[in-house]
């Protein structure tokens, strides 16, 4: 790690001549052993490198930031400078802070020397299964690759993290097709520290192959009626919590004051059953970022516990506009705690409602009304799923939905970025053609 600490010392050495506050750079190199398969074939193997230095600096209570692609000793100097411009353009902002604690700590992660004989292989493996276990599928794209990650994270007060990351990756992309008639894309992804078990094995792929296959022969929803939709994990990260992340508890929410939860910490917001965690740190969460962009370490916390709003995800700049307090962490590492019932069994339960895979729409407005349509998606009529729906709208508010929940599964996605549960809840407008 020696020559990326060089090259951060020389961020630092630089940004000292022009009598900066205090300074904060992060050198990083990625190298991405990567397969690629388009239509069911093999398309390209290829090896690709990432070098990035980014650099923040701080002067006269102005901030100012500059980013490069590749470590030449004359373009960081460039940089720096850049960044420095930047900064005595800027408007002035005493709301800046890092952290000055001095904490200097190495991580390493994951597989660094990727087994790429054995990556193939499972790649392989992963098209013939398809081709062969889901004959209504057609696989439109797959990617398989090894990504490491050197990176050295240093600040004007002695922080210095340095880490060293390797993991696996897939992504395979599908559609349903019988004769003239297909179902929306679809894809399964994962996040791996071993090449252990078969790709397909892997989460919920079966499942969502076996869904998105069911798919092929979509049919139009007539009626217009309230009733319960089961969000698949995917979508209820994308619908659910990241309009809670985006809209109700993160910076810019708090800093326009457009969070209709700004008040409401310490408060019920939604069902009691309903846990929200932002844990870099758990072990279902695999290379979780282990500091901030500010240099504090990152730590697990809820956001929502039992209900109750814990915590916003504020970084130390909009803690330090709005006068709250910095939140532990403002990762992505989303963990949201399961229930007791299988999806099968959620599912008996429901007399009319429908199964969303992916959702189109516009972002939700600040109230938390959103609408759009429900994709990949299946009608439950008395108990059972009856057949695959074409496009279908949904609407509701969020804030309001979120105490009419019926049912967490206790099957999870974990790809190793998250770990969400199926979500059901009652009274949502469908609406078919």
Same mark, same amino acid.
């Given at each position: 790690?020696?020559?990326?600490?060089?090259?951060?010392?020389?961020?630092?050495?630089?940004?000292?001549?022009?009598?900066?506050?205090?300074?904060?750079?992060?050198?990083?190199?990625?190298?991405?052993?990567?397969?690629?398969?388009?239509?069911?074939? $093999?398309?390209?193997?290829?090896?690709?490198?990432?070098?990035?230095?980014?650099?923040?600096?701080?002067?006269?209570?102005?901030?100012?930031? %500059?980013?490069?692609?590749?470590?030449?000793?004359?373009?960081?100097? =460039?940089?720096?400078?850049?960044?420095?411009?930047?900064?005595?353009?800027?408007?002035?902002?005493?709301?800046? /802070?890092?952290?000055?604690?001095?904490?200097?700590?190495?991580?390493?992660?994951?597989?660094?020397?990727? *087994?790429?004989?054995?990556?193939?292989?499972?790649?392989?493996?992963?098209?013939?299964?398809?081709?062969?276990?889901?004959?209504?599928?057609?696989?439109? /794209?797959?990617?398989?690759?090894?990504?490491?990650?050197?990176?050295?994270?240093?600040?004007?007060?002695?922080?210095?993290?340095?880490? /060293?990351?390797?993991?696996?990756?897939?992504?395979?992309?599908?559609?349903?097709?019988?004769?003239?008639?297909?179902?929306?894309?679809?894809?399964?992804?994962?996040?791996?520290?071993?090449?252990?078990?078969?790709?397909?094995?892997?989460?919920?792929?079966?499942?969502?192959?076996?869904?998105?296959?069911?798919?092929?022969?979509?049919?139009?929803?007539?009626?217009?009626?309230? #009733?319960?939709?089961?969000?698949?994990?995917?979508?209820?990260?994308?619908?659910?919590?990241?309009?809670?992340? =985006?809209?109700?508890?993160?910076?810019?929410?708090?800093?326009?004051?457009?969070?209709?939860?700004?008040?409401?910490?310490?408060?019920?917001?939604? *069902?009691?059953?309903?846990?929200?965690?932002?844990?870099?740190? *758990?072990? =279902?969460?695999?290379?979780?970022?282990?500091?901030?962009?500010?240099?504090?370490?990152?730590?697990?916390?809820?956001?929502?516990?039992?209900?109750?709003?814990?915590?916003?995800?504020?970084?130390?700049?909009?803690?330090?506009?709005?006068?709250?307090?910095?939140?532990?962490?403002?990762?992505?590492?989303?963990?949201?705690?399961?229930?007791?019932?299988?999806?099968?069994?959620?599912?008996?339960?429901? *007399?009319?409602?429908?199964?969303?895979?992916?959702?189109?729409?516009?972002?939700? #407005? %600040?109230?938390?009304?959103?609408?759009?349509?429900?994709?990949?998606? $299946?009608?439950?009529?008395?108990?059972?799923?009856?057949?695959?729906?074409?496009?279908?709208?949904?609407?509701?508010?969020?804030?309001?939905?979120?105490?009419?929940?019926?049912?967490?599964?206790?099957?999870?996605?974990?790809? #190793?970025?998250?770990?969400?549960?199926?979500?059901?809840?009652? #009274?949502?407008?469908?609406?078919?053609?």
């Amino acid at each position: 790690m020696d020559k990326y600490k060089k090259l951060a010392e020389l961020v630092l050495s630089e940004a000292a001549k022009y009598d900066v506050k205090y300074a904060s750079c992060v050198v990083n190199e990625k190298e991405t052993k990567e397969f690629n398969v388009e239509i069911g074939e $093999f398309s390209l193997l290829r090896t690709l490198f990432d070098k990035t230095v980014a650099v923040s600096v701080y002067k006269n209570e102005r901030h100012g930031s %500059a980013t490069i692609n590749g470590f030449e000793e004359e373009k960081i100097i =460039r940089a720096v400078k850049d960044a420095c411009d930047a900064a005595d353009s800027s408007d002035p902002d005493s709301c800046w /802070q890092i952290d000055d604690s001095g904490t200097v700590k190495s991580f390493s992660e994951g597989p660094l020397v990727p *087994d790429t004989e054995k990556l193939f292989e499972r790649t392989k493996e992963l098209i013939d299964t398809i081709q062969t276990e889901y004959p209504k599928l057609l696989l439109e /794209q797959a990617i398989s690759e090894h990504i490491k990650i050197n990176s050295v994270y240093m600040n004007s007060y002695g922080t210095t993290y340095d880490s /060293q990351l390797g993991a696996y990756y897939f992504y395979v992309g599908y559609s349903g097709h019988d004769g003239e008639k297909s179902s929306h894309s679809y894809g399964s992804t994962g996040k791996l520290l071993d090449l252990d078990t078969p790709f397909v094995d892997c989460n919920l792929t079966r499942r969502e192959l076996s869904d998105t296959e069911k798919q092929s022969s979509p049919e139009a929803l007539d009626d217009k009626f309230t #009733g319960t939709v089961v969000f698949t994990p995917g979508c209820a990260a994308d619908v659910v919590f990241a309009t809670i992340a =985006r809209s109700f508890v993160s910076d810019s929410s708090l800093i326009e004051d457009t969070s209709i939860w700004k008040n409401k910490i310490g408060e019920q917001v939604c *069902d009691s059953r309903i846990t929200m965690r932002l844990a870099p740190n *758990d072990k =279902r969460i695999l290379l979780g970022q282990k500091f901030s962009g500010e240099g504090f370490l990152n730590e697990d916390f809820d956001v929502i516990k039992d209900g109750v709003l814990n915590s916003f995800i504020l970084s130390q700049y909009a803690a330090n506009k709005v006068g709250k307090k910095r939140s532990p962490n403002t990762s992505s590492a989303l963990i949201v705690e399961p229930g007791e019932k299988t999806l099968d069994e959620i599912i008996a339960g429901i *007399d009319k409602g429908i199964m969303v895979g992916r959702f189109s729409g516009g972002t939700p #407005g %600040a109230n938390g009304e959103f609408s759009g349509i429900a994709k990949n998606a $299946f009608l439950i009529e008395d108990g059972k799923i009856t057949k695959a729906l074409s496009e279908t709208m949904i609407s509701d508010n969020l804030p309001e939905m979120l105490f009419r929940l019926r049912d967490i599964s206790k099957e999870v996605l974990e790809e #190793g970025s998250i770990s969400i549960p199926y979500m059901a809840f009652d #009274g949502v407008t469908i609406s078919g053609k």
